[in-house]
């Protein structure tokens, strides 16, 4: 391989169709507009499909990356590393709740159909939707800005209705990332995902549904049953145990064999992992021994 | 026949194409501004967001230009520069009214020949940089060049078997009485979404996407910059302005001059397509091109087959 100005040539590779491409190696993340922040996808590009993809998360004691990528980016300053000690915010309701605090169900519901908006503004984002990314993020800030019940269904029923009749966004996205429930199990993903058992489009209905639902219950003011299992915006929380966004993490590099960079960033962004949860866990089991 | 122009026009020309430009950039501005909320606000707030695309301009003028390693600069600034370019001699044939700067005898033909240079300005500014996001943004377009021209092409012929004429004089002629978007329904629906998709605007803006953190244009900076995001407004400005002597009937209308209808429908086409982008997301290639070429093209085959037929019994 030649080094032209220091860096280095495209080697090449057989192509999915056994032609011999040139390819590249690129590194996307850990900050990009509308990307999960904090995650690095190590991907190896033949024009523009995607040919080999490995997942690290960047600013984390551990590295979670599987495949080929086993090796957190090792000069990761100390100082740089995010406060991962502080809990994830879009699970802190949930995660309150688990340790005996009372949260009402209401702001446990504020707080998911936020993320959820959260989500899909990126989501539309990549897409290449603007007016329905700035309204999700409009109705997101005001949900957490304590807007009532009534205002919040008036903000998101418009993002809901066109979202979900849009045919040209159906056509655009079916059969993008098609995550089946069996295998999202087998890699422990139990959130949204799980639900949607399909493909891009699938997991946005999922979040456009608990948005809905989420929006009618902000005001609820009774607590959330502790006892219950917690489930956030990605999934199953428990104290300890495996963060749900781990296993979105997991499937990421089958989904993103083979397709194509935009269908990659829409994939990515159909799941999107919260990687604060990972540095969460992760900190809290350095602490624990 | 339209009239010539004098000469002075080869220079009114370039500057009428920007400040249109501008207009429909600050138009654009305002309503994505407006999209957060829902509502376009005050008066004063849809004035601040009008201005933008112009501080915008400003901005990167001053601003220091960023070069990326081993870039290939010169084809990058070829490919920025070219795409202005290519926007305003496309428009040498647009009549205003009925009167262009030059009205050429291949009208047509030239039109779709400098709104080509566009493939090659969009390729060579995402080649030069020697950028990965760039160099997929280049090739995104080729992509869409293959999805969009053939029905285009076939769309802008029919408007020419219409007239029996590939001067744009005498296509606005042949539509005194009727105007081709009458009897051409699926030809001119075809020729609005080519319009923006030869100006990767809207819709079809996945060469400079965000997903690809801005494609083509991601590496481009100062000068350069302004150059080619302000030609591909051009371009967008020309293309829907080309659909007016095309199909709309050009300066024929009751009552105004020439001129005042030209301008009336450019701004109506134009209105139509910056409120149209704000309804669908991005369409990507890998998908549009089996509906282009599946769809588009034997609905447009069918239509010029229509037209000629009708041409031969008159």
């Known amino acids: 391989m030649g080094l032209v100005d220091g860096l280095p040539m495209a080697d090449r590779a057989d192509d999915r169709d056994g032609l011999r ?27 523009d499909i995607v040919q080999e993809a490995a997942v690290e998360a960047v600013g984390i004691g551990e590295a979670v990356g599987i495949g080929e990528v086993v090796e957190n980016v090792e000069a990761v300053d100390q100082a740089t590393t995010p406060p991962a000690s502080r809990s994830p915010f879009w699970d802190e309701p949930f995660l309150l709740a688990a340790k005996g605090v009372r949260v009402s ?70 059969g993008v990332g098609v995550l089946s429930g069996e295998h999202a199990r087998h890699h422990g993903v139990t959130g949204p995902a799980l639900v949607a058992d399909g493909d891009a489009h699938a997991r946005m209905l999922v979040w456009l549904e608990a948005v809905g639902r989420g929006a009618a219950t902000v005001d609820v003011s009774e607590a959330l049953d502790a006892t219950e299992e917690a489930v956030g915006p ?44 990972i540095g969460h866990v992760t900190m809290a089991r350095t602490h624990h021994g | ?23 429909v950039a600050g138009l654009d501005a305002v309503l994505a501004a407006g999209a957060r909320t829902g509502r376009i606000g005050s008066l004063r707030a849809a004035a601040v967001h009008a201005v933008r695309p112009g501080r915008e301009v400003l901005r990167h003028l001053v601003q220091q230009p960023r070069r990326t390693r081993a870039s290939d600069l ?28 030059s009205d050429l005898p291949e009208g047509i033909v030239w039109f779709n020949a400098m709104e080509a240079l566009a ?25 869409q060049g293959l999805a969009y021209e053939l029905p285009h092409m076939l769309a802008i012929t029919t408007a020419a078997l219409g007239a029996e004429s590939l001067r744009v004089g005498e296509v606005v002629d042949a539509q005194a009485g009727l105007w081709f978007a009458v009897w051409m329904p699926a030809a001119f629906g075809i020729y609005l979404l080519s319009a923006m998709a030869m100006a990767f605007w809207g819709p079809f803006d996945q060469p400079v996407g965000v997903d690809v953190a801005g494609g083509a244009a991601a590496e481009l900076s100062g000068v350069d910059r302004v150059l080619f995001l302000g030609g591909r407004w051009l371009l967008l400005v020309v293309a829907a302005a080309f659909s007016v002597p095309l199909f709309l009937g050009g300066g024929h209308g009751p009552l105004l001059p020439g001129w005042a209808w030209t301008v009336l ?3 109506a086409v134009l209105a139509v397509l910056v409120w149209a982008r704000r309804r669908v997301p991005t369409l990507r290639m890998e998908r549009y091109v089996e509906l282009a070429w599946v769809v588009l093209t034997p609905l447009a085959v069918v239509q010029a087959l229509f037209v000629a037929v009708v041409v031969l019994n008159r």
Not at chain 1, 32 to 45: E, I, M, Y
Not at chain 1, 249 to 256: E, Y
Not at chain 2, 119 to 131: E, H, I, K, M, R
């Open chain 1, 105 to 174: 169900q209401g702001d446990a519901a504020r707080r998911l159909c936020a993320a959820h908006l959260d989500s899909l503004g990126r989501f539309f984002a990549v897409v290449g939707w603007g007016d329905l990314a700035a309204r999700a993020r409009f109705a997101r800030d005001r949900a957490l800005a304590g807007t009532s019940a009534a205002e919040l269904t008036a903000l998101v029923s418009p993002v809901i209705r066109r979202a979900e009749r849009s045919r040209t966004l159906r056509g655009l996205t079916a």
């Open chain 2, 119 to 143: 493939w090659a300005a969009v390729w060579l500014a995402g080649w030069g940089p020697n950028s990965a996001l760039s160099l997929i943004g280049g090739y995104r377009f080729l992509a």
């Open chain 1, 21 to 47: 491409l040139d390819r590249l190696h690129v590194p996307l993340g850990p900050v990009l507009t509308d990307w999960p922040s904090g995650l690095v996808l190590r991907l190896t590009l033949q024009g």
């Open chain 1, 234 to 277: 990605r999934g199953r929380i428990a104290d300890g145990a495996t963060p749900a966004s781990q296993g979105l993490l997991d499937v990421l590099p089958c989904l993103l064999d083979g397709a194509e960079f935009a269908c990659a960033r829409i994939i990515v962004a159909s799941l999107d992992p919260d990687l604060d949860e």
């Open chain 2, 74 to 101: 010169p084809l990058a600034r070829i490919g920025a520069a070219l795409l202005p370019v290519a926007a305003v001699l496309a428009a040498v044939v647009l009549p205003l009214g009925f009167r262009s700067v």
């Open chain 2, 1 to 23: 026949m339209a009239e010539r122009a004098p000469l002075w026009a080869v220079f009114v020309l370039p500057a009428v194409l920007v400040v249109v430009a501008v207009a």
């Open chain 2, 265 to 267: 429908k450019t701004a």
